[in-house]
């Protein structure tokens, strides 16, 4: 498969004269497009859900001082996803 000749726009999306996280995700990609010099992506959904979950899953336990019931409502899932998702990352609580 050849190379995309187009890049992902780069938003300069402001909250409170901040930058929101589909910035940093939208430059992520177009730099991880641009190292790939021609080889083919695949499984893209998969590495970026891994990237992210994994991390955001250690900063809700962090904040809910390793309370799952808290963390789980506070990311808006079931505990038991949540456990799911702990044991995929090896993450303990």
């Known amino acids: 498969m050849p190379p995309k000749s187009k890049s992902i726009t780069k938003s300069k999306s402001k909250r409170n004269g901040n930058r929101v996280l589909s910035d940093y995700v939208s430059e992520s990609m177009s730099q991880y497009f641009e190292a790939l010099n021609g080889t083919a992506p695949s499984e893209i959904y ?6 992210v979950e994994n991390p955001l899953f250690r900063a809700v336990l962090e ?3 390793g309370n799952q019931s808290q963390a789980a409502e506070i990311l808006g899932i079931n505990r038991g996803t949540l456990r799911k998702k702990l ?7």
């Open 46 to 51: 998969k590495m970026v859900i891994e990237q």
């Open 63 to 65: 904040y809910s001082e």
């Open 87 to 93: 044991k995929q990352y090896n993450i303990e609580a």
